[in-house]
């Protein structure tokens, strides 16, 4: 596995990349222009100038996460064409500087919920929480205007900016079903994949988080049937996912293991990370740890490592740990312990399995 970590970008993260560079086995940053808005195209000089800032501490810059989809490309709007022409435009501009894959979601109006950015740990560390009652009883404009006001970093789907087309949006999609949006997703991939194909980079659709419909709106990306009916949608391996253990594992009838082993030729991109989950429909983030969630972390790294994943791992959210301020769920520590306890997992493997070969040889 190649080991990535996520960066927000010089004055908008905490974490540095003098610090990054440290944390053993880490080869590139996942990155996106933050600031530039779902539709927009990506200015070549702008990429330019994240690679040099990489390029200062031989960081690669492979993955992008994400170039967001604009909202007339979901609902299938006139103007659909527009932006789709606008993305394979950025497609291009991130072809120049060897970008291998692009993270994206296709989750209308919310990229992800939590209702509680700082949740409790028995440890007294912090994490981000999901309460189902709260979702199931809240206005979700309050819950923008909650996790918008986060005074220190942007929260990449909840800017600010997006109050005033909320309400717009949800009359939008009253009547979108799931097809309907299954139906939009293809029209974007038949537009985008020849040109994927032709620049050699990958797209890798990110599961919805948490994997349910909320506020009535619809979901695909939520389930192994659910993936294995988006990759179909375009035969081609540039049409793949990001396959998050976090976002899927929420639901109990999601066997990820399994999803490894069926989806390993398409799976572009990884995200580890661990959740407690509790009778009544809640979860909070935890350590990366296998004991500490429900999701058996350990058979995860094992299914990578049978399959040769040979593809981008990152340790996704971490807690909030030792005081430290930073975006919520992007600190720095918990996201480095995270990262050592998938290398020792990974490392383990690595080591009994040249054991077997060595006997194995030694043996005929």
């Not at 989806?263 to 296998?290: C, M, P, Q, W, Y």
């Amino acid at each position: 596995m190649r080991m990535v970590f996520r960066w927000f970008g010089e004055g908008n993260d905490s974490v540095t990349l003098p610090q990054i560079k440290q944390i053993p086995g880490v080869e590139g940053i996942v990155w996106a222009l933050h600031d530039i808005q779902a539709g927009e195209i990506w200015p070549a000089e702008r990429i330019q100038a994240i690679k040099k800032q990489a390029d200062a501490y031989d960081f690669h810059l492979d993955v992008v996460e994400s170039v967001n989809i604009h909202e007339s490309i979901k609902l299938g709007h006139r103007e659909r064409d527009y932006y789709i022409n606008n993305y394979i435009e950025t497609i291009k501009n991130l072809a120049s500087i060897n970008v291998k894959v692009i993270c994206y979601n296709f989750m209308p109006v919310f990229d992800w919920v939590r209702t509680n950015l700082f949740g409790s740990l028995p440890d007294q560390s912090t994490a981000l929480f999901y309460e189902k009652a709260k979702v199931t009883d809240m206005d979700p404009l309050d819950l923008v205007r909650k996790i918008a006001a986060n005074p220190d970093y942007t929260m990449p789907g909840w800017e600010p900016e997006r109050l005033e087309t909320l309400k717009d949006l949800f009359a939008a999609y009253q009547h979108v079903t799931t097809e309907d949006l299954l139906d939009n997703l293809r029209y974007f991939l038949e537009k985008v994949i020849p040109i994927c194909e032709e620049y050699d980079i990958k797209l890798a659709i990110h599961p919805d988080d948490p994997p349910w419909e909320i506020f009535d709106l619809p979901r695909i990306v939520t389930t192994q049937e659910r993936l294995r009916k988006i990759v179909n949608l375009v035969p081609s391996k540039y049409n793949g996912i990001t396959l998050c253990s976090g976002a899927l594992g929420v639901r109990e009838d999601n066997d990820i293991v399994a999803m490894i082993h069926e989806f390993k030729d398409r799976i572009h991109f990884a995200h580890i990370r661990n959740v407690k989950l509790f009778d009544n429909g809640d979860f909070i983030e935890t350590s990366h740890r296998t004991e500490d969630g429900s999701l058996p972390i350990n058979q995860i790294v094992q299914a990578y490592h049978d399959i040769g994943f040979a593809g981008y791992v990152r340790p996704d959210h971490g807690r909030h740990i030792w005081d430290e301020q930073c975006r919520p769920g992007y600190g720095l520590y918990d996201r480095a312990l995270g990262i050592m306890y998938l290398w020792g997992l990974w490392d383990a493997l690595e080591l009994s399995q040249r054991k077997d070969e060595h006997y194995v040889t030694n043996t005929h």
